[in-house]
């Protein structure tokens, strides 16, 4: 049977010395395929003939409809193409772009292992000559100095009806002499002369730790490199999807505030509600100038817009008083508190063309003027930048479990924030630290000069609070002692209660919200006496005293007092 099989596969193979072996076999398969070949022979000849010019029509079809295809696949992708350049264009044209595209540069970075971008700095530029003659109209040589023999008073007394911290006194010059101090060029920048930002489309985290796309997930390498100062520096600080902070970047802004924040100014003021969290405070006692001259930026969340269109307080102008409202979109932390550490530690981002700006939170209402602010904290101190000390703890240690007695953040993360700290050399505050006075601020309000220094540290403060906790009192001596020990800068830290000079603090809206329930409680729970008139008497209405129980003390004489204007027996007692 094998070799059976093995015949019949010779056959098949056509082996020549098989078919002469065999002839019975051979002559009578040759009968059979050639009787069978006459028959299928011309079948398949006039199939052939049918056949092949089928298939050569078929494949011309074919090549013209892969043409025809091809040719509207390069008209769609054409179309597409010129769609999309003519809305970037427009884009371009409506947010002036042109100069700022420039002006910056984009280049692949070799010094990561990741591929990222290079998004330059923008650097604020000066006005023309003629703006600053509009603005310093007199020398500040012309005016006597009106805090040259001020002292800092003694506290007051202690009140037990007032307790907690208090604002004291200080010395602010006239309005007119604080502009006429301004510096007419921008402050030295210690080490650090140029200052770029990574950019990177798709940001991937490469360590288990927490951040943000929106933050760039630096790792610890690249943290670590970024407080070694140097002459030139890049470093991520937010905005890392693009190079324009609030265009397709996360924390989204609108094309017409864009191209307002890209305006020059001065002195800008700044704050922010995110969550519908405060209550905005309208600042007051400012002077004319600087209702021309320096703008009021709120920054708001979808959700705080809706509160103000809802309570009639937003106006066509997109203005609340004397606030211009800057609604963001596509906001990049669940965390309202969170959220709102973007434009407080970056704003130098979002306005790249503005020398001073104030920060307050959106629950302080400013009562001084603003370039008496800068003239009192950053002028008159030769200081770029200038935040109050907490007003009770000194310590970073104490800080943090003050955090956690309050429930500001979860323990288990302030715990491994601090310990972080502690590996990296963190120690308590003592006295060995002097001049410095405090490792803890208060920072609602946050005075600064744009300057390549001063951004990198809120940069690098900001990567902190991204892959820490939110709470930037914790992170706050840390970026500050890092640069410090790298060049000769300094953070002017005042007091406490000097911050509460010049602005007053509310409640958040919470707060307001439940003492106005707990009123109204307590009005149902304890409502007025229900007085009953009697209509046939012309006798005021009588309260019943209550029955008093056994061992309760009457009432003396001295407590009877008439009710109304009635006669004398028409009095009561209660």
């Known amino acids: 049977m094998t070799g059976w099989s093995l015949g019949l596969r010779t056959v098949s193979d056509g082996s020549l010395q098989q078919l002469t072996q065999n002839g019975v076999l051979y002559s009578h398969s040759n009968s059979f395929v050639s009787r069978k070949g006459s028959k299928t022979s011309l079948s398949s000849y006039r199939e052939k003939e049918m056949f092949l010019p089928s298939i050569f029509r078929f494949l011309v079809r074919k090549q013209v409809g892969m043409l025809i295809l091809a040719a509207f696949a390069l008209l769609a992708f054409l179309t597409a193409f010129w769609m999309v350049n003519k809305e970037d264009a427009s884009r371009s044209s409506e947010l002036d772009f042109k100069e700022w595209f420039e002006n910056s540069t984009y280049h692949l970075s070799a010094l990561l292992p990741r591929k990222v971008m290079v998004c330059d700095e923008h650097n ?12 310093q109209t007199k020398d500040s040589s012309a005016f006597p100095d009106p805090c040259r023999n001020f002292a800092f008073p003694p506290p007051p007394p202690g009140d037990r009806r007032r307790i ?16 006429a101090r301004m510096p007419r060029v921008p402050s030295v920048s210690p080490g650090l002369q140029h200052l770029t930002y990574f950019h990177e489309q798709i940001p991937m985290k490469t360590e288990p730790h927490r951040g943000s796309a929106f933050g760039g997930y630096p790792s610890l390498v690249e943290r670590n490199a970024s407080f070694d100062i140097k002459e030139s520096m890049t470093v991520h600080c937010g905005f890392v999807q693009g190079c324009r902070p609030g265009d397709r970047t996360g924390f989204d802004i609108d094309a017409a505030d864009l191209k307002e924040m890209e305006q020059f100014h001065d002195v800008i003021v700044a ?7 405060d209550v905005i405070q309208q600042p007051k006692n400012w002077g004319k100038t600087t209702r021309e001259k320096v703008p009021f930026y709120m920054f708001v969340d979808e959700e705080t817009e809706a509160s103000l269109k809802n309570s009639s307080l937003l106006d066509s102008r997109n203005r609340v008083g004397l606030w211009r409202i800057i609604l963001v979109r596509n906001v990049p932390y669940s965390d309202a508190r969170r959220n709102g550490k973007v434009p407080k530690l970056l704003l130098h981002r979002l306005f790249p063309n503005v020398r001073y700006s104030i920060w307050i939170d959106g629950k302080l209402q400013l009562i001084v003027d603003p370039y ?26 104490e800080e943090a479990e003050a955090n956690k007695a309050a429930g500001k953040y979860d323990n288990v993360s302030i715990d491994h924030q601090i310990d972080f700290y502690k590996k990296e050399g963190l120690t308590a505050y003592s006295e060995a630290k002097l001049p410095i006075t405090s490792d803890v601020p208060e920072g609602c309000v946050i005075i600064k000069e744009h300057i390549p220094i001063t951004n990198l540290f809120t940069c690098l403060w900001f990567n902190e609070v991204d892959r820490f906790t939110s709470r930037d009192q914790l992170s706050f001596s840390t970026v500050r002692d890092k640069l410090m020990a790298k060049v000769s800068w300094n953070v002017n830290m005042f007091l406490d209660c000097e911050r509460r000079n010049f602005v007053i603090q509310a409640y958040h809206r919470d707060l307001l919200e439940q003492r106005a329930h707990m009123t109204v409680v307590r009005s149902h ?15 005021p209405p009588v309260r019943r005293p209550p029955k008093r ?6 009432s003396n004489s001295r407590r009877h007092r008439k009710v109304g204007s009635g006669s004398k027996g028409s009095s009561t007692t209660f």
């Open 164 to 179: 907690g911290p208090r604002p004291c006194p200080v010395c602010y010059v006239p309005v007119e002499q604080a502009i």
């Open 124 to 135: 604020a530029q000066l006005p023309p000559p003629h703006a600053l003659a509009m603005i």
């Open 525 to 539: 729970a304890h409502p007025p006496p229900a007085f009953v008139r009697d209509s046939s008497s012309s006798k």
């Open 549 to 554: 129980g056994k061992g309760e003390r009457k």
């Open 372 to 397: 008496q602010i800068l003239e009192r904290f950053l002028w008159r101190q030769n200081a770029t930048f200038a935040i109050s000390r907490h007003y009770r703890r000194f310590d970073v240690f």
């Open 271 to 277: 704050s922010a509600i995110f969550g519908n969290y």
